[in-house]
C-alpha cells in the first residue's frame, strides 16, 4: 500500500480560555478530539462540517499554524508535528495553504510580483532572479493570470482574480499537497464554478493533493474523492465521496444532506426544531450529536461512540446503531 | 391589486461633482398578498439597494431619481419621513443578514421587543411583553419567558436569527423584505429558519421578498423569481419555470455553473469573467461581454424587458418546461 501522504493519529487540539486570574476553574475548549485520517496521494480529501466543528483546526494543525496538544502528523511517512521551524522549513515548500477571503489573505501593499515572488525567497534561496522570475511567470500562465498583473496591487483586481494570485502563491514553490480552507465561499456563485475547474485541471496537470475544508456538499459532490464529516471537534463518518451521498451511515451526515436547499424544492416544507451545537467547553459525556439526534437512546447519553467501520460497505462511522 | 407595485425604479449615486452612476437602472416589480418573490443577483447587482429603495432607506448622497413605489394605493416616495414610520416596521418588515448587527448588544431582547410594538402602537409594556412571549413562541424559541430578560451574545446565532423574525412579526406586517437571511449561518440552521419563514408566510399570508445570492434556497422558498444583473431585472417568472427552463444566457449560465448540475469528473460550467462594477458598464447589454449568444445588436442597444425576459436571443424553453 501506498504511503499516505498526510497522516494524523489521534490528533488532539486543546485550548485553554482566558479566566480571571482569581478564578479556581481552568475551562479549556476541545477543539480536536481524536483525528485520525490518512489522505492518499491524488486524492481530492475533503473536510465538512458546520461552523465551529474543527475543521479549520484540522488543516491548520497539519500545515504547522498550530502545534496539537496530543497526537501525531505524518508527512509522507515522517513525523512533522514536532519539528521546529529550522527543520521544517524544507516540507513547507512541499505543503500550502490558501485560505477562504482573498480579500484578506493578500498583503495590500505588495504587488502580485512580490506576493508570489516571497515564498520562493523564503523557501528557496538558491534560486537566482531570473529562475523566480521565470517561475512566476510560469505560475501565472498556469492559473490564468495575465502577465500584466505582475506590478499590479491587490485592490486593482475582482475576488475571482485575487484567489486565482492566491492560488498562484500557494503553487509557486511546486507543492504536492495544498489545503484550501473553504477556497469558494467567499465568492459568486459564477465565480465559484470558475475557481473549481480551476482546481482541478492544476490537480490534473500536477498531481496536486488537495485537503479541501468546506460548509457545502454539493461541491464534495462534483470535486471529492473521501470525505471527513466533522462534529464538535471529532470525525463523524468517513467515507467515500459518491457514498456519502448514496448512502450515509451517520444521523448527522443524514440531517446535513437534509439541509441542502433542492432545485425542485418541497424540502423546507415541514417546521424544524431549532437545534445547535453543544458548548465546546463542556461537551456532552457521551456522543456530541445525542441532543439533536433522532434516534437516540440511552447508550449515547452515556458512552462516546468510536469511529468503526460499517459492514459492507467502505465507510467509518462513529455512531452506536449505524449500519 | 397588487399590494406592492414597483414601476421604472433608478437609484443614482453621484460620481464627481458633475455626473452620477445608476445602481438600478428601472427596475419594475409587482407582489400580491401573501406572494413569495425571490430576488436572485451577484454581489452589487443591485439587489440590496432594491430592496433599501423600497423602504426609502437608501442613504445620502445616493437618491431615487426615478420611478414610484405604490404600497396600497400610496406613493411611499412621496411620503413624509413621519408618515413612511408608520408603514416601515410596522405594514413592511425587514430581516437583515446577520443578526448580531441587527440586534442591540448592550439590551435584552425583551427591551428590544417592547420598544419596536410601543414605537407603532399605543399600548401598556405589560401588553407588550406578553405580545412578545406570544411571537417568540411562535418562532419555535424553547423556554420563549426566560429569553426574554436575555441579551443577544447568550443566544446561538440560530436563536438570534429566530428573535430577528419575531421582532419582525411583533406588528404582523403584510410584507417581510429578507436581505439574506441565513447566509451568515450554518446549512442545517438555514434549513431551520428557512422552513420557518415559508411556514409563517404560508399560515399568516403574509407576502415576502427573499434577496438571495442562493438560487437552492428559493427553489424552496418562493413562488416567483426575478434574476437581476448589472442593476436591472433580466429574467422574471414561476420560480421552477426559470429553473428548470431558463431563457436568459445569463441565468441559464448561473444554473449550469452549480456543482448539483454537473456530472462528477467533468468540468463545471463557468461563465467566463465577471459582473462589471456600476462605473464602468459596457455599451448595449450589460451582460453581453460574457454572453456566448451576443451578436452585434446587443452591443449596440439594450433588451428591455418583454413578458419577463430581457435579451434578444433567448433560449429556447426546452422540453423540460411545464406547460
Known amino acids: 500500500m501506498n504511503v499516505p501522504i498526510i497522516e494524523t493519529k489521534n490528533v488532539e487540539m486543546r485550548f485553554a480560555l482566558p479566566t480571571h486570574f482569581l478564578s479556581r476553574q481552568k475551562p479549556v475548549l476541545h477543539a480536536l478530539s481524536g483525528v485520525s485520517i490518512a489522505i492518499e496521494p491524488g486524492e481530492s480529501f475533503c473536510v465538512v462540517g458546520e461552523s465551529g466543528c474543527g475543521k479549520t483546526t484540522l488543516g491548520r494543525a497539519i500545515m504547522g499554524l498550530l502545534t496539537p496538544s496530543a497526537g501525531e502528523i505524518y508527512f509522507r511517512g515522517t513525523r512533522i508535528d514536532q519539528l521546529d521551524e529550522s527543520a521544517r522549513k524544507p516540507i513547507r515548500a512541499d505543503m500550502q495553504m490558501v485560505f477562504q477571503n482573498p480579500y484578506a489573505s493578500l498583503n495590500p501593499r505588495r504587488n502580485v510580483f512580490d506576493t508570489l515572488a516571497e515564498p520562493i525567497r523564503h523557501l528557496k534561496p538558491e534560486m537566482n532572479h531570473a529562475e523566480i522570475r521565470a517561475q512566476v511567470e510560469d505560475v501565472l500562465d498556469a492559473t490564468g493570470c495575465d502577465q500584466s498583473w505582475q506590478r499590479k496591487l491587490p485592490h486593482e483586481f475582482s475576488g475571482g482574480q485575487r484567489q486565482r494570485i492566491a492560488i498562484a502563491r500557494a503553487l509557486v514553490t511546486n507543492p504536492a499537497f495544498i489545503v484550501a480552507d473553504e477556497p469558494i465561499s467567499a465568492l459568486d456563485v459564477s465565480i465559484q464554478a470558475q475557481i473549481l475547474n480551476l482546481l482541478t485541471d492544476l490537480q490534473e496537470t500536477r498531481g496536486l493533493t488537495y485537503l479541501f475544508i468546506t460548509h457545502d456538499l454539493s461541491v464534495v459532490k462534483h470535486f471529492g474523492t473521501r470525505v471527513a464529516v466533522m462534529y464538535l471537534g471529532q470525525v463523524m463518518e468517513l467515507a467515500r465521496a459518491e457514498d456519502i451521498f448514496a448512502r450515509p451511515k451517520h444521523p448527522y451526515t443524514r440531517l446535513l444532506l437534509d439541509a441542502i436547499p433542492k432545485l425542485t424544492g418541497g424540502s423546507f416544507d415541514k417546521p424544524r426544531q431549532p437545534g445547535e451545537l453543544p458548548d465546546p467547553v463542556n461537551p456532552p459525556p457521551g456522543c456530541p450529536f445525542a441532543p439533536r439526534c433522532s434516534m437516540v437512546q440511552d447508550r449515547c447519553r452515556s458512552e462516546r461512540p468510536k469511529l468503526r467501520p460499517i459492514a459492507n460497505s467502505a465507510t467509518q462511522a462513529a455512531c452506536h446503531f449505524a449500519d | ?323
Request: net charge negative; proline share 6%; glycine share 8%.
Open chain 2, 1 to 323: 391589486m397588487a399590494l406592492l407595485e414597483v414601476t421604472d425604479l433608478h437609484v443614482a449615486f453621484p460620481r464627481g461633482k458633475h455626473h452620477e452612476v445608476e445602481a438600478l437602472r428601472g427596475v419594475s416589480l409587482s407582489l400580491k398578498k401573501g406572494e413569495r418573490l425571490g430576488i436572485v443577483g451577484e454581489s452589487g447587482a443591485g439587489k440590496s439597494m432594491l430592496a433599501f429603495a423600497i423602504l426609502n432607506l437608501i442613504a445620502e448622497p445616493g437618491r431615487v431619481s426615478q420611478g414610484a413605489i405604490r404600497f396600497d394605493g400610496q406613493n411611499l416616495l412621496e411620503m413624509s419621513e413621519h408618515d413612511i414610520r408608520g408603514i416601515r416596521g410596522n405594514r413592511i418588515s425587514m430581516i437583515f443578514q446577520d443578526p448580531m448587527v441587527t440586534l442591540n448588544p448592550v439590551l435584552t431582547i425583551g427591551t428590544q421587543m417592547v420598544e419596536t410594538l410601543k414605537a407603532h402602537r399605543k399600548i401598556s409594556t405589560h401588553e407588550a411583553r406578553r405580545l412578545s412571549i406570544e411571537k417568540l413562541k411562535l418562532v419555535a424559541i424553547p423556554s420563549a419567558e426566560s429569553r426574554l430578560d436575555a441579551y443577544p451574545h447568550e443566544l446561538s446565532g440560530g436563536l438570534r436569527q429566530r428573535v430577528v423574525i419575531a421582532i419582525a412579526l411583533l406588528t404582523d406586517p403584510e410584507i417581510i423584505i429578507a436581505d439574506e437571511p441565513t447566509t451568515a449561518l450554518d446549512v442545517t440552521i438555514q434549513a431551520e429558519i428557512m422552513a420557518l419563514i415559508l411556514q409563517l408566510c404560508r399560515d399568516r399570508d403574509m407576502a415576502l421578498i427573499l434577496i438571495t445570492h442562493d438560487l437552492g434556497v428559493v427553489a424552496e422558498v418562493t413562488e416567483r423569481l426575478m434574476i437581476m444583473y448589472a442593476g436591472l431585472c433580466v429574467e422574471e417568472g414561476p420560480t421552477q419555470r426559470i429553473i428548470n427552463a431558463p431563457t436568459h444566457p445569463y441565468s441559464n449560465g448561473l444554473l449550469k455553473a452549480l456543482p448539483q448540475n454537473s456530472e462528477r469528473g467533468q468540468d463545471l460550467y463557468q461563465i467566463p469573467g465577471s459582473m462589471p462594477p456600476i462605473t464602468a458598464l459596457p455599451s448595449g447589454c450589460a451582460y453581453h461581454p460574457r454572453c456566448e449568444f451576443a451578436t452585434e445588436r446587443c452591443h449596440v442597444s439594450a433588451p428591455d424587458l418583454v413578458n419577463g425576459i430581457a435579451c434578444f436571443h433567448p433560449l429556447k424553453a426546452d422540453a423540460k418546461a411545464p406547460a
